[in-house]
């Protein structure tokens, strides 16, 4: 029998009018992860037939994609169905089994219960086995379609969400530590393509973040394919900020200015976002006073798709998507260092923009981005 691997999307599916825009990108998309693949995409569906040994691996990983399946392919003749079904399962290895049937083409004659209940009995009585309905060692899902019907056994799960480019881009910040790859990951799943920025303070400090910060663009760069990644060096910027800030504002003042960097990146990449990794009361800099200060200087939006998360939420997911081992490596952090003992936790803008007016603040950014770096990762 053919083999073919069907992807079904949960979210594009409810798209009224557009839903033809995110399909389209959507094959767009798995084109690109299978160059090799023949790709057609029949109502409600993708269909591939592509021999790539890292299908799962890769098809998992792709934004849009609810779950796959690798089916066994007949046509949709209840007499086809019946033999296919049975000489699978004859083959299987299993004490309790049930059949599940989904039925996309009304016209087929018999309805999904009865076609279920017919295999069923058909199945039992070649195989001696038993149904079970809750908990079967095997389950036989059967998909009819107009032109074929799709036998399988194992539903995979995808990411869901959008496919990654049909929501415009977005500037991430990403620090190396656990919380900004989610919230990359994230918006990246909801179809924006991310570029990323990395502040640094090397050579101060030795290339660790930067290197840790690579190793999570590339495994970013797994869910929304290539990516790319400005290195800004942030000491000249620091080393201003502490000689005329007062202590508390320091780390208020670093933000204020990674936003407004990550602006002019976003004019120059066409984004629309900036992403942060923020929760709302995680860090002092995190107050709802202080994150109003920090957004207060662009005017672009600011997305931070965990401000209402915990810790331990974030860390699971960070694990999930396999970010997390990167990012407790050891590193030094151009923010950590000279970090002040007490830091404001409810900052004034009319105090914060009063210490910024020491700062030549236009030329300061201007600076920092000629010094950028951009890598392709
Ligand atoms: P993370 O785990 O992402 O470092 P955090 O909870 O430690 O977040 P902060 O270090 O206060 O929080 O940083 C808040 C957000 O600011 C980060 O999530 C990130 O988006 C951005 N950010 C902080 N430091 C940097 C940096 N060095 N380069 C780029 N972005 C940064
Ligand atoms: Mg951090």
């Known amino acids: 029998m053919e083999k073919k691997i069907v992807c079904h999307y949960g979210e594009i599916a409810l798209k009224g009018k557009n839903r033809r825009f995110f399909e389209k990108r959507l094959v767009l998309n798995i084109k690109k992860a299978f ?25 998992r990983k792709i934004p849009g994609i609810d779950y796959f399946f ?34 996309a083409d009304s016209s087929f004659p018999t309805s999904s219960q009865e076609l279920s209940v017919i295999l ?11 149904v079970d309905l809750k908990s079967p060692d095997k389950n036989c899902f059967l998909e009819i379609t107009p032109k074929e019907t799709y036998i399988y056994f194992e539903k995979i799960k995808g990411v869901g969400g959008l496919p990654v480019d049909s929501g415009g881009k977005a500037i991430s910040l990403l ?20 570029a990323f920025l990395h502040f640094h303070a090397y050579p101060t400090t030795s290339k660790q973040s930067i290197n840790k910060t690579k ?30 800030v007062s202590e508390k504002l320091r780390v208020l003042m670093y933000r204020r200015f990674m936003m407004r960097i990550g602006e002019e990146i976003a004019k120059k990449e066409g984004a ?31 997305f931070r798709p965990l401000i209402g998360h915990n810790k331990e939420e974030i860390t699971k997911e960070a694990k999930r998507i396999e970010t997390y081992d990167v990012s407790i490596l050891p590193e030094e952090d151009c923010c950590v260092r ?20 020491n700062l030549e603040v236009e030329k300061m950014v201007k600076e920092a981005l000629e010094k950028a770096e951009k890598v392709s990762i």
């Open 120 to 130: 069923g009995r058909e199945v039992q009585k070649k195989t001696g086995k038993k």
């Open 35 to 59: 160059p090799e693949a023949s790709i057609s995409a029949p109502r409600g569906r993708i269909v591939l037939i592509d021999k790539e040994e890292k299908v799962k691996e890769k098809l």
């Open 338 to 357: 000279f970090l002040p003992k007490k830091p404001e936790t409810k900052g004034k803008i009319a105090e914060v923009k009063r210490e910024e007016e």
């Open 272 to 302: 629309k976002a900036i992403v942060t990794g923020e929760s709302l009361g995680q860090v002092a800099s995190q107050t709802i006073e202080n994150l109003a200060i920090t957004g207060e200087v662009v005017n672009i939006s600011v």
């Open 215 to 244: 190793r999570i663009v590339k495994i970013l760069s797994s869910f929304q394919g290539e990516s790319t990644l400005y290195l800004i060096p942030f000491s000249e910027i620091q080393k201003e900020i502490m000689i005329v």
């Open 70 to 103: 690798i089916a066994d392919v007949v046509s949709s003749s209840l007499e086809e169905i019946k033999k296919s079904v049975i000489s699978l399962m004859e083959k299987a290895d299993f004490e309790s089994f049930r059949i599940t049937v989904k039925r």
């Open 175 to 194: 620090s190396g530590g656990i919380d900004s790859p989610v919230a990359s990951f994230r918006m990246i799943k909801r179809g924006m393509k991310n």
